[in-house]
């Protein structure tokens, strides 16, 4: 009994979770020290400084550990207690931005805290609106097979994005997208996942063929179900129908819906770069945006695809086994813009070459699925789609961070998870994962 | 609590391994696949420096050194550097106005962005560097880089040792894969010309990191990959750097060369062309501006090496060769004599001559008698050992091309001429097949159709001397660290003439020993040197105006054991032995006995230093192009400013238009400084009548 005592605190908590967090976080930090690193100087000197980023990654380490501590510390019940206030504040903090927000690389959805620290109210959010919708979908009364508890949930979810949106934070603003797989998990019907995919399918497809090559395939596509299926549709009419409607409405979307959310929704530089990714280039005469600026006589910057370029080449020259520990060509010469945050994949894929980047995503991979692993030995709904809310956000900021990098993904300014420099990511990342491991400690104790 | 959907707990693992197959698929085809990520990479990152090694040094005989290297300073600048310079006292020190500054600081951002080291004045005069390194702190963002340059020490030997230029478009396309770039100098002319592939050495490569704004960020690997600069090879010449500075001050004021060979090795000893100039003149930042203004547009071009470069009528000198030939053939012998009594009339119109009497063939030659030689010119072509005179002459030629007439000598220095031994049928052009020896009869005094240059002739003067046999003639006797390339193989080739018996040999040398004992000679006695020489003068016009004659000189000495042979020529300077044979005298004696002796030779050079004998042709022309250039000092002065400018071009670059009325568009040397031939022979060549010459 008194050792058990002893070990109230780490009674339970799933220590391969703690170790992945560690040896991804020391590999953020090496590879900071990488994109920092310059021959010439004496990096022990400016480490024990705290004036480059790689000491200042290691601070926030180090507070991350103190936080991750406190909450393991805490008892579980306090989440499950404080989650919708702690969405509210939450949702107050992104729309305070908009009266007290400090404008950092063009976008103002930064708090300045104390000590020339920054909050960015939008990455807290992630844990807030995991915890709000988890609270929401454990509620005994709610059967979320009903259409208005998924528009409910949907609003939980997609409320702090419509912000981040009104901020210039689209990249923020698409996370927020990842909750639909753990609605999934919790029966959001499989239709509008195969819908989302389609339509992204669609696009990608308008963007790489000819519009009239595509709506003859379209067509051909069409009719070609229609011949496979003519028995049933004979029994049933309202098939036929439903098979023209959907030919009707993705010719549509082809033919006008793309060129309009290129045109007038998005800004030149994204419709660029979301070409550029598929190879090809937008002519930023067509946009209205770029239209309406150069109307207004402010000269439009042209951009181009200078940063895919310089990080797939990057990684590329990497081959292999890479060019070696604080060899990288590239990193040296800082050719890679921003590259010890959003681009850091790219000093590790140019170091360490396949075989790293190989490992480096099997580690991610294997804290995915001991997540996944872990949400489904949770016994209560909170617990689950908490954790299933976790490892969606970890999934798409791998994800996309990594496809970005190398060309996969029209670039969006999201960080790699523990791994990119910055504290605020590191430490909302850690707080999602710490919860989720108090949670996990605690999930032989009461259903909540 | 029922587990509703555990199902899709599968399918999202799915979608996780799916999302990083796609990954790792991409990732396969960027890092495994695609080479030019890595090329790409390279591209942007390092930074190829190309290290310049030292040329090779030229020494002479005494392992003096004739053309070396010396280090001279480039003002460099890094534009985004350079904001709190002094601008006025920079502008000041190099003698621009802010404007320049301001122009070429814009040109250099252009050209070079404004992060990198540009070079703002190439080649700074000693004074400047001296000036500017003393107020360098005042210029932020300037630095003095370092550079080698040739010099030439003892001011001498321009035509010989040559000058670098930088490469063009052309030479790069030519010289493919042989490591030149853009901005890089090559030996352009003369021994740094030919010699090129030894005296540059092998180029070193560093390879720098570079960073996104061009930076440099330190070296690749610390230097691993850095391949060394190996400095260029020495070369050893022939030449004795006395002799030719000695050649140089005799041949002032005269148009006209010098050839001495050494003929036991065929090495060049002196070898002069003049008018010539101070070869460090086209070393430093003025390299253009002397290039055009003092050399280029120089009416008497001193660009072109007389030496290889001309050919000439050899005239009596040439005497000779064919009185060798009638002995060898047996037309002649010691008993043959000609009578002359002041003119040579078996051709009908009459070919004067200076001496008369009745000779053999030793007082002949020293007398330089047109009628023997003509005589038995004739005999050997109407030789009745040979069918026709097709074959005889064709016989003689054989004789004169085992000489090395009428054939490239295959000396080291570039554009060498052939000279011109006619052949049957060159005759046939002119005269038909029944060509009588009449028709040719000046060749046998060395005038008519018969041309060579003069450092044919001074080899023919080696080949007299080593009684048949000549190596050829060249000026580097050995490269350090051995021949590697194989340059100097064929001049260890011992050539011999036809079989010639010794009695022949020693009636020439008698001959020749006489001309300096009491022929036309005697004024060039070299005292306690027994000397044996043959003086020629030359008939020449230009434009169809009769100019004085060319003196020639060919000697070689002493005749017991000949270390010397030589032969000089001066252009339209008149008798041979007033200028000619008085400048290969005292060379002689310099060379043999390493010093002039006695005070009238002394005086005897600083009268014949003193000697003008610019042909009046060429004074003429040299004073109109200085009231041309009076008339044109606007545009001079606007040029001369662009020259200073540090952008250095070839000097085949200039717009010759540039000079309204040129003197002589013919004669202009075009890139290797005489392609033409500058003097009159090609016109005499071309007439078909054969005028009667008159030589002594």
Redesign the interface.
């Given at each position: 009994m008194n050792r058990r005592n002893q070990n109230i605190v780490t009674q339970g908590v799933d220590y391969v979770v703690i170790w992945l967090y560690a040896i991804l976080v020391a590999i953020g930090i090496l590879c900071i020290f990488m994109v920092e690193y310059?021959?010439?100087t004496d990096w022990l000197a400016s480490f024990l400084d705290g004036k480059t980023s790689y000491s200042k990654q290691l601070i926030f380490a180090g507070v991350c550990a103190i936080v991750a501590t406190f909450i393991l510390l805490t008892d579980s019940k306090l989440f499950t207690a404080f989650a919708n206030l702690f969405y509210l504040l939450g949702i107050l903090l992104m729309i305070a931005t908009f009266a007290i927000g400090k404008n950092i690389n063009g976008s103002k959805s930064w708090i300045p805290l104390a000590g020339g620290f920054n909050l960015q109210p939008a990455e807290l959010c992630k844990i807030f609106v995991s915890l709000a919708l988890a609270k929401y979908l454990s509620r005994q009364e709610i059967d979320f097979s009903k259409i208005r508890s998924q528009l409910v949930a949907g609003a939980i979810a997609l409320a702090p994005a419509v912000l981040s949106i009104l901020q210039h934070e689209l990249g923020l603003a698409l996370v927020y997208t990842s909750f639909v797989?753990a609605m999934?998990?919790?029966?959001l019907p499989a239709q509008i996942l195969i819908i989302g995919s389609s339509f992204g399918a669609l696009v990608v497809a308008t963007l790489i063929l000819e519009p009239n090559v595509l709506a003859i395939i379209l067509t051909i596509i069409a009719a070609v179900v229609i011949f496979v299926l003519r028995k049933q549709i004979k029994k049933k009419k309202g098939l036929l129908t439903m098979i023209i409607t959907i030919w009707l409405v993705c010719v549509g979307v082809q033919r006008f819906v793309v060129p309009y959310i290129f045109n007038n929704v998005l800004e030149c530089y994204q419709s660029t770069r979301i070409y550029s990714m598929v190879g090809k280039e937008y002519n930023c005469d067509d946009n209205k945006h770029a239209q309406d600026k150069s109307s207004s006589n402010k000269t439009v910057r042209k951009p181009d695809d200078y940063n895919v370029r310089?990080s797939?080449?990057?990684?590329?020259?990497?081959?292999?086994f890479g060019r070696g520990f604080l060899?990288g060509?590239?990193t040296?010469?800082?050719?890679v813009p921003a590259q010890s945050t959003d681009f850091i994949f790219t000093s590790l894929?140019?170091a360490f070459?396949?075989v790293g980047?190989?490992i480096f995503?099997i580690i991610?991979?294997f804290l995915?699925?001991r997540i996944?692993r872990i949400?489904?030995r949770q016994?209560?709904?909170f617990s689950r789609v908490y954790a299933?809310s976790v490892?969606s956000i970890l999934?798409f900021h791998?994800?996309v961070n990594?496809?970005m990098t190398?060309?996969?993904f029209p670039i969006v300014g999201i960080p790699l998870p523990l791994v990119s420099y910055g504290g605020s990511s590191l430490l909302t990342f850690t707080v999602l994962i710490f919860i989720l491991l108090r949670l996990d400690a605690d999930r032989q104790m009461v259903?909540r | 609590?029922p587990v509703?959907?555990?199902s899709?707990?599968r399918?999202?693992?799915f979608?996780?391994?799916g999302?990083?197959i796609?990954?790792?698929g991409?990732?396969?085809n960027?890092?495994?696949f695609?080479g030019?990520?890595?090329l790409?990479?390279?591209n942007?990152?390092?930074y190829r420096k190309v290290i310049y090694p030292d040329r090779g040094i030229i020494f002479d005989r005494k392992k003096r050194g004739i053309l070396e290297n010396t280090i001279s300073y480039d003002l460099v600048v890094i534009p985004s550097e350079a904001r709190g310079t002094d601008t006025m006292t920079l502008c000041r020190l190099l003698n621009i106005d802010t404007a320049t500054y301001k122009k070429r600081m814009r040109d250099l951002i252009f050209k070079n962005t404004s992060v990198k080291p540009s070079v703002f004045e190439a080649l700074l005069t000693p004074e400047m560097f001296a000036k500017l390194n003393e107020n360098m702190y005042r210029f932020p963002g300037f630095s003095l880089n370092e550079r080698s340059v040739r010099t030439y020490p003892y001011n001498v030997g321009a035509a010989v040792l040559g000058y670098m230029a930088e490469v063009d478009t052309g030479f790069l396309r030519r010289h493919k894969g042989e490591g030149y770039e853009m901005g890089d100098y090559f030996g352009s002319t003369g021994l740094e010309n030919i010699y090129e592939k030894v005296l540059m050495g092998q180029r070193g490569i560093k390879r720098y990191?570079?960073?996104?704004k061009g930076r440099l960020?330190?070296s690749?690997?610390n230097g691993a990959y850095d391949t060394a600069a190996v400095a260029g090879n020495n070369l050893y010449s022939s030449i004795d750097v006395e002799l030719q500075e000695l050649g140089e001050k005799l041949m002032q004021n005269k148009v006209g060369s010098i050839v001495a060979i050494d003929p036991k090795t065929g090495g060049i000893l002196c070898m002069v062309s003049a008018p010539t100039y101070n070869p460090n003149y086209l070393t430093g930042n003025q390299r253009k501006k002397h290039l055009v203004d003092m050399l280029y547009f120089d009416p008497r071009l001193p660009l072109l090496n007389r030496t290889v470069g001309t050919f000439y009528s050899p005239g009596s000198t040439f005497k000779t060769m064919v009185g060798i030939i009638g002995m060898n053939e047996g037309v002649i012998d010691d008993n043959f004599t000609v009578s002359c009594g002041g003119a040579y009339y078996g051709c009908g119109r009459p070919m004067g001559c200076h001496a008369a009497g009745t000779f053999t063939l030793k007082p002949a030659i020293s007398k330089s008698c047109n009628s023997y030689f003509a005589a038995t010119y004739r005999r050997i072509l109407e030789n009745g050992k040979y069918p026709n005179r097709d074959s005889a002459l064709s016989s003689f030629n054989q004789y004169a091309y085992s000489f090395g007439l009428g054939r490239r000598l295959g000396v080291d220095l570039p554009s060498e001429k052939m000279g011109n031994m006619p052949t049957p049928k060159y005759y046939h052009g002119i005269f038909g097949k029944n060509w009588q020896s009449c028709n040719i009869i000046s060749n046998s005094i060395g005038q008519g159709e018969i041309t060579t240059t003069l450092t044919q002739l001074a080899n023919v003067m080696a080949i007299i001397a080593n009684k048949g046999w000549y190596y050829t003639p060249h000026l580097i006797d050995s490269i350090e660290g051995g021949d590697e390339l194989g340059m100097l193989e064929k001049f260890k080739i011992k050539h011999k003439t036809k079989e010639i018996p010794e009695y022949v040999w020693e009636e020439v040398h008698e001959g020749m020993q006489g001309t300096m004992e009491f022929g036309t000679g005697f004024y060039a006695k070299v005292p306690g040197i027994n000397v044996c020489g043959k003086t020629g003068t030359v008939e020449n016009a230009y434009r169809g105006e009769k100019l004085k004659d060319h003196a020639f000189f060919g000697a070689f000495a002493p005749r017991e054991n000949p270390r010397i042979a030589i032969a000089v020529m001066c252009e339209n300077a008149g008798y041979g032995a007033t200028s000619a044979a008085p400048i290969a005298s005292l060379l002689i004696e310099k060379y043999l006995k390493d010093s002039i002796s006695g005070n009238d030779r002394k005086a005897k050079i600083e009268q014949l230093a003193k000697m003008d004998l610019i042909p009046p042709q060429m004074k003429r022309q040299m004073a109109k192009r200085d009231s041309l250039r009076q008339a044109q000092q606007m545009a001079t002065a606007k040029k001369a400013a662009r020259d200073t400018s540090g952008v250095e071009e070839a000097p085949e670059e200039i717009e010759i238009e540039s000079i309204p009325s040129k003197p002589n568009p013919t004669k202009t040397p075009k890139k290797d400084s005489g392609r033409t031939a500058a003097v009159l022979p090609e016109e005499l060549r071309k007439s078909t009548s054969i005028k009667r010459k008159t030589a002594a």
């Amino acid at each position: 009994m008194n050792r058990r005592n002893q070990n109230i605190v780490t009674q339970g908590v799933d220590y391969v979770v703690i170790w992945l967090y560690a040896i991804l976080v020391a590999i953020g930090i090496l590879c900071i020290f990488m994109v920092e690193y310059r021959p010439n100087t004496d990096w022990l000197a400016s480490f024990l400084d705290g004036k480059t980023s790689y000491s200042k990654q290691l601070i926030f380490a180090g507070v991350c550990a103190i936080v991750a501590t406190f909450i393991l510390l805490t008892d579980s019940k306090l989440f499950t207690a404080f989650a919708n206030l702690f969405y509210l504040l939450g949702i107050l903090l992104m729309i305070a931005t908009f009266a007290i927000g400090k404008n950092i690389n063009g976008s103002k959805s930064w708090i300045p805290l104390a000590g020339g620290f920054n909050l960015q109210p939008a990455e807290l959010c992630k844990i807030f609106v995991s915890l709000a919708l988890a609270k929401y979908l454990s509620r005994q009364e709610i059967d979320f097979s009903k259409i208005r508890s998924q528009l409910v949930a949907g609003a939980i979810a997609l409320a702090p994005a419509v912000l981040s949106i009104l901020q210039h934070e689209l990249g923020l603003a698409l996370v927020y997208t990842s909750f639909v797989i753990a609605m999934y998990r919790e029966g959001l019907p499989a239709q509008i996942l195969i819908i989302g995919s389609s339509f992204g399918a669609l696009v990608v497809a308008t963007l790489i063929l000819e519009p009239n090559v595509l709506a003859i395939i379209l067509t051909i596509i069409a009719a070609v179900v229609i011949f496979v299926l003519r028995k049933q549709i004979k029994k049933k009419k309202g098939l036929l129908t439903m098979i023209i409607t959907i030919w009707l409405v993705c010719v549509g979307v082809q033919r006008f819906v793309v060129p309009y959310i290129f045109n007038n929704v998005l800004e030149c530089y994204q419709s660029t770069r979301i070409y550029s990714m598929v190879g090809k280039e937008y002519n930023c005469d067509d946009n209205k945006h770029a239209q309406d600026k150069s109307s207004s006589n402010k000269t439009v910057r042209k951009p181009d695809d200078y940063n895919v370029r310089q990080s797939k080449i990057a990684i590329g020259s990497g081959g292999f086994f890479g060019r070696g520990f604080l060899k990288g060509t590239q990193t040296r010469g800082k050719y890679v813009p921003a590259q010890s945050t959003d681009f850091i994949f790219t000093s590790l894929g140019e170091a360490f070459g396949f075989v790293g980047c190989l490992i480096f995503l099997i580690i991610y991979l294997f804290l995915l699925i001991r997540i996944v692993r872990i949400a489904e030995r949770q016994r209560s709904t909170f617990s689950r789609v908490y954790a299933y809310s976790v490892a969606s956000i970890l999934l798409f900021h791998i994800a996309v961070n990594v496809s970005m990098t190398i060309g996969l993904f029209p670039i969006v300014g999201i960080p790699l998870p523990l791994v990119s420099y910055g504290g605020s990511s590191l430490l909302t990342f850690t707080v999602l994962i710490f919860i989720l491991l108090r949670l996990d400690a605690d999930r032989q104790m009461v259903l909540r | 609590m029922p587990v509703f959907n555990q199902s899709r707990s599968r399918v999202i693992q799915f979608i996780f391994a799916g999302v990083f197959i796609a990954i790792t698929g991409q990732l396969i085809n960027l890092q495994l696949f695609s080479g030019q990520y890595k090329l790409a990479a390279d591209n942007n990152a390092f930074y190829r420096k190309v290290i310049y090694p030292d040329r090779g040094i030229i020494f002479d005989r005494k392992k003096r050194g004739i053309l070396e290297n010396t280090i001279s300073y480039d003002l460099v600048v890094i534009p985004s550097e350079a904001r709190g310079t002094d601008t006025m006292t920079l502008c000041r020190l190099l003698n621009i106005d802010t404007a320049t500054y301001k122009k070429r600081m814009r040109d250099l951002i252009f050209k070079n962005t404004s992060v990198k080291p540009s070079v703002f004045e190439a080649l700074l005069t000693p004074e400047m560097f001296a000036k500017l390194n003393e107020n360098m702190y005042r210029f932020p963002g300037f630095s003095l880089n370092e550079r080698s340059v040739r010099t030439y020490p003892y001011n001498v030997g321009a035509a010989v040792l040559g000058y670098m230029a930088e490469v063009d478009t052309g030479f790069l396309r030519r010289h493919k894969g042989e490591g030149y770039e853009m901005g890089d100098y090559f030996g352009s002319t003369g021994l740094e010309n030919i010699y090129e592939k030894v005296l540059m050495g092998q180029r070193g490569i560093k390879r720098y990191i570079r960073d996104n704004k061009g930076r440099l960020q330190g070296s690749w690997e610390n230097g691993a990959y850095d391949t060394a600069a190996v400095a260029g090879n020495n070369l050893y010449s022939s030449i004795d750097v006395e002799l030719q500075e000695l050649g140089e001050k005799l041949m002032q004021n005269k148009v006209g060369s010098i050839v001495a060979i050494d003929p036991k090795t065929g090495g060049i000893l002196c070898m002069v062309s003049a008018p010539t100039y101070n070869p460090n003149y086209l070393t430093g930042n003025q390299r253009k501006k002397h290039l055009v203004d003092m050399l280029y547009f120089d009416p008497r071009l001193p660009l072109l090496n007389r030496t290889v470069g001309t050919f000439y009528s050899p005239g009596s000198t040439f005497k000779t060769m064919v009185g060798i030939i009638g002995m060898n053939e047996g037309v002649i012998d010691d008993n043959f004599t000609v009578s002359c009594g002041g003119a040579y009339y078996g051709c009908g119109r009459p070919m004067g001559c200076h001496a008369a009497g009745t000779f053999t063939l030793k007082p002949a030659i020293s007398k330089s008698c047109n009628s023997y030689f003509a005589a038995t010119y004739r005999r050997i072509l109407e030789n009745g050992k040979y069918p026709n005179r097709d074959s005889a002459l064709s016989s003689f030629n054989q004789y004169a091309y085992s000489f090395g007439l009428g054939r490239r000598l295959g000396v080291d220095l570039p554009s060498e001429k052939m000279g011109n031994m006619p052949t049957p049928k060159y005759y046939h052009g002119i005269f038909g097949k029944n060509w009588q020896s009449c028709n040719i009869i000046s060749n046998s005094i060395g005038q008519g159709e018969i041309t060579t240059t003069l450092t044919q002739l001074a080899n023919v003067m080696a080949i007299i001397a080593n009684k048949g046999w000549y190596y050829t003639p060249h000026l580097i006797d050995s490269i350090e660290g051995g021949d590697e390339l194989g340059m100097l193989e064929k001049f260890k080739i011992k050539h011999k003439t036809k079989e010639i018996p010794e009695y022949v040999w020693e009636e020439v040398h008698e001959g020749m020993q006489g001309t300096m004992e009491f022929g036309t000679g005697f004024y060039a006695k070299v005292p306690g040197i027994n000397v044996c020489g043959k003086t020629g003068t030359v008939e020449n016009a230009y434009r169809g105006e009769k100019l004085k004659d060319h003196a020639f000189f060919g000697a070689f000495a002493p005749r017991e054991n000949p270390r010397i042979a030589i032969a000089v020529m001066c252009e339209n300077a008149g008798y041979g032995a007033t200028s000619a044979a008085p400048i290969a005298s005292l060379l002689i004696e310099k060379y043999l006995k390493d010093s002039i002796s006695g005070n009238d030779r002394k005086a005897k050079i600083e009268q014949l230093a003193k000697m003008d004998l610019i042909p009046p042709q060429m004074k003429r022309q040299m004073a109109k192009r200085d009231s041309l250039r009076q008339a044109q000092q606007m545009a001079t002065a606007k040029k001369a400013a662009r020259d200073t400018s540090g952008v250095e071009e070839a000097p085949e670059e200039i717009e010759i238009e540039s000079i309204p009325s040129k003197p002589n568009p013919t004669k202009t040397p075009k890139k290797d400084s005489g392609r033409t031939a500058a003097v009159l022979p090609e016109e005499l060549r071309k007439s078909t009548s054969i005028k009667r010459k008159t030589a002594a």
